[in-house]
């Protein structure tokens, strides 16, 4: 299992994203794959930054070798 550190997390937010639209991302997006929740509010619900991670990329397209 891979751990993904909510520092690390945000890093990849940014690296993807750009760091304006990764907040507007994590804050704005609402993914059903979450439970109905943003980024913001899955990761205060206690969801692991990794599923959170797996589940933009999957929305956003991320490249395999960007996940």
């Not at 704005?28 to 205060?44: I, K, M, N, Q």
């Amino acid at each position: 299992m891979v751990v993904v550190r909510l520092t690390y997390f945000r890093e990849l937010m940014e690296n993807e994203f750009g760091v304006v639209r990764a907040a507007a991302v994590s804050r704005d997006h609402v993914f059903s794959e979450l439970g109905g929740r943003t980024v913001e509010e899955a990761l205060e619900a206690g969801i692991e930054p990794r599923e959170v991670w797996k589940v933009v990329c999957e929305a956003y397209d991320v490249p395999p070798a960007r996940r």
